[in-house]
């Protein structure tokens, strides 16, 4: 099974920028698996964020961050990302990178993602 390791957090200050990375190992091909980033504050529900298909072709975002994020993904490196622009309070959270195999439909719920890293943390002050 593939492992997801997130990288790239911090404090930013509002308005500020950040790049977060996941690297994925072992589980075959990179390009097999329906990329996604999660997020997940203080007493609140895990929610989607972002998601790209296998090739990178499709993009789609969460309505609270639309415009302001962009993922991304390079098959060759095993890796995707995460830019975060115009970064406000509100996007203070545990961000969690997801995955899971095969193709399809968009994925926008945690329970259709099958492979998760450990979470790294995004502080924005205000």
């Known amino acids: 099974q593939v492992q997801l390791v997130e990288s790239g957090g911090g404090l930013v200050q509002a308005g500020g920028s950040l790049r977060l990375s996941c690297a994925a190992s072992?589980?075959?091909?990179?390009?097999?698996?329906?990329m996604g980033w999660f997020r997940q504050a203080p007493g609140k529900e895990r929610e989607f964020v972002a998601g790209?298909?296998?090739?990178?072709?499709?993009?789609y975002y969460a309505d609270s961050v639309k415009g302001r994020f962009t993922i991304s993904r390079d098959n060759a490196k095993n890796t995707a990302n995460l830019q975060m622009n115009s970064l406000k309070p509100e996007d203070t959270a545990v961000y969690y990178c997801?995955?899971?195999?095969?193709?399809?439909?968009?994925?926008?719920?945690?329970?259709?993602?099958?492979?998760w890293g450990q979470g790294t943390q995004v502080t924005v002050s205000s």
């Open positions: 997801a995955a899971v195999l095969g193709y399809g439909s968009r994925r926008y719920r945690v329970y259709e993602y099958d492979y």
């Open positions: 072992g589980g075959g091909t990179f390009s097999t698996y329906t």
């Open positions: 790209i298909s296998r090739s990178g072709g499709d993009t």
